[in-house]
């Protein structure tokens, strides 16, 4: 199968989750089930077979920034290398679902911080947990 069609398809199955989450931040079919479990697994199993697959062909490593560009280089694993950031991306934003509903956090609030997340995982996290210490501490 050619690679743009695995990336089409990874981007496609991942939208799915964030879709799900967007729609239903606090119920457990969304946020455990699909977003949490489901998506995220598969997305670690084709990221498991690019890896195995490409890793052979590549140059590079991981001691130095150049050394990690060599291995982008590499169309396979850099499809791998997205495929991780959407399966982490995903989990962390099914996880900050959870835990903002166990917490009592407002549905929209936690809406909020689903696009930061989905571009940008730390940012995202981050916007999570000011947004967790500023409801926190507003309740004390």
């Known amino acids: 199968m ?3 069609t695995v990336f089409s398809a990874a981007g496609a199955i ?3 989750g964030w879709l799900a989450l967007l729609v239903a931040p606090g119920r457990r079919w969304a946020n455990w ?3 949490g479990l489901a998506i995220p697994a598969l997305l670690a199993a084709l990221y498991t077979v690019l890896l195995a697959t490409h890793w052979g062909q590549a140059e ?3 001691g130095s920034l150049a050394e990690v560009a060599a291995l982008f280089r590499n169309p396979g694993l850099l ?3 997205w495929v991780h950031y959407l399966a982490f991306d995903l989990f962390l934003g ?3 679902c959870r835990r903002g509903t ?3 956090v407002n549905p929209w609030a936690l809406r909020l911080c689903l696009p ?3 571009l940008a995982g730390p940012a995202g996290l981050l916007l999570f947990l000011g947004l967790r210490f500023t409801t926190g501490a507003l309740r004390r």
Do not use: K, N, S, V
């Open 14 to 16: 991942a939208m799915a």
């Open 116 to 118: 930061p997340t989905l």
């Open 94 to 96: 099914a996880w900050i």
């Open 33 to 35: 089930l699909l977003a």
């Open 60 to 62: 590079g490593g991981f």
């Open 102 to 104: 166990a917490e009592g």
């Open 79 to 81: 499809l791998a290398g």
């Open 2 to 4: 050619p690679l743009e």
